[in-house]
């Protein structure tokens, strides 16, 4: 089927300017990245068929060919993007503002919110923890200002739990965040209880993590045309993540500078933490790199690592690493069904086979850049093995619980 030519728009002209219209009208964090994936599924429609832009028509085709695909909320999702940038492409963009929440910090309580912030830097918290601080924060202040308080010290426990019932937002997050900011105040001697046991206790679904057997990982890295100049790049990224563990944010902002082909080291900040992360050049991966730098790099000022393999020149994005890993995976025919198949999955991956060999959980945890000891859960989670070593002999039934079960056991214990 041939694209209609008639009003065709450059596809990465159309996001740039779309994706910065809804940073314009205050979209949350959360509510971007929903976008962005969106986005990204349309993009890899796009590519996948060579269309040449986008059209309405284009549109039509993304929602006809991927039915079916998706779960029915990620479709709805996919949907709804899609007349949005129809709309926007047609300059009669009509997003709804209903479900954008106010980001402004009532007067009176700005600079108590202003004091957590920094103590969440002092601590080392991400600037992205930081961004999710403000805005679950910023919804409990509201729903205090709303409701006639004007002192922090008057807040109390029927306070904070109408508010959570409130909330429209990721009730699990909100909890989080607002726990922290609360028990903040009763640190600082602002509130005299601790108000953060008012908040009740959420619970979300904890699946295990994505990963893939050494021999799918192979098969992954065989399946890239290393016959040409995009197939060059991409293999070296994705030997960086099911080497490393790298994060595509780190690819992604990874400078020619950072790597010293005279000492065989990788050395970067990471975008996450900013800790600094140092790596000892694997020969697989200083062949990949040095063949992509001599073959096929395109000439560029660019101070990026990577680069683009169209003009303009310029350093990939992080989403441009997940759109291309997801795809690979599709074409080395490696099933997913319930899986995930991007980067972070090969991440798990990386950590999983670790543990197999009882590599001990903080140097895991050293090598993926991980700061939190949240984040040893995890690797705790995929140790089956050793999961197993724990395992208790189910004692036997007594009393009530024995009774009940007697009939079905023929007086048996």
């Known amino acids: 089927m041939e694209q209609n030519t008639d009003n065709l728009i450059s596809w990465r002209e159309l996001r740039e300017g779309f994706s910065q219209k809804l940073q314009s009208l205050g979209y949350s964090e959360r509510k971007l990245n929903d976008y962005a994936w969106a986005l990204n599924k349309i993009e890899g429609f796009i590519f996948d068929h060579d269309l040449t832009g986008y059209s309405s028509e284009t549109g039509d085709r993304v929602l006809s060919e991927t039915k079916g695909q998706y779960r029915q909320g990620s479709h709805c999702l996919i949907r709804t993007v899609v007349h949005r940038l129809n709309d926007y492409s047609l300059g009669i963009f009509h997003l709804s503002h209903s479900g954008v929440k106010s980001t402004r910090c009532p007067e009176q309580f700005a600079e108590t919110l202003h004091w957590h912030l920094e103590r969440l830097r002092k601590l080392g918290r991400s600037e992205s923890t930081i961004k999710q601080s403000v805005h679950y924060c910023t919804q409990l202040l509201n729903h205090l200002d709303s409701h006639g308080v004007t002192n922090l010290s008057d807040v109390t426990p029927v306070h904070i739990h109408r508010a959570f019932v409130a909330s429209q937002s990721n009730k699990s997050c909100w909890a989080t965040f607002c726990r922290a900011f609360l028990k903040f105040l009763h640190e600082s001697g602002i509130q005299g209880t601790d108000l953060s046991v008012a908040i009740p206790t959420t619970r979300r679904p904890q699946p295990l993590p994505s990963t893939y057997s050494k021999p799918e990982i192979e098969k992954l890295l065989l399946s890239i045309d290393r016959s040409t100049g995009l197939g060059q790049r991409n293999y070296a990224i994705v030997l960086l993540i099911t080497r490393f563990g790298m994060r595509s944010s780190d690819i992604a902002n990874l400078k020619l500078a950072d790597v010293n082909f005279c000492t065989k080291m990788l050395s970067f900040v990471q975008k996450k933490t900013s800790v600094p992360q140092r790596f000892e050049l694997l020969p697989a991966i200083e062949d990949a790199l040095h063949c992509y730098l001599t073959n096929a790099r395109p000439e560029s000022d660019d101070p990026s690592l990577f680069l683009r393999d169209v003009a303009p020149f310029t350093g990939i994005e ?65 140790d089956l093995e050793a999961l197993r070593s724990c395992s208790l002999t189910v004692p036997m039934p007594t009393g009530l619980f024995a009774e009940m079960l007697r009939p079905f056991t023929g007086g048996e214990q």
């Open 318 to 382: 992080a989403s441009a690493v997940a759109t291309f890993v997801g795809r690979q995976f599709k074409k080395a025919g490696i099933p997913s069904p319930g899986k995930k198949h991007g980067p972070h999955a090969l991440r798990m991956t990386l950590a999983s086979h670790l543990i197999s060999e009882k590599v001990p959980y903080t140097v895991v945890a050293k090598i993926l850049g991980h700061e939190s000891d949240g984040a040893l859960k995890n690797y705790v989670r995929l």
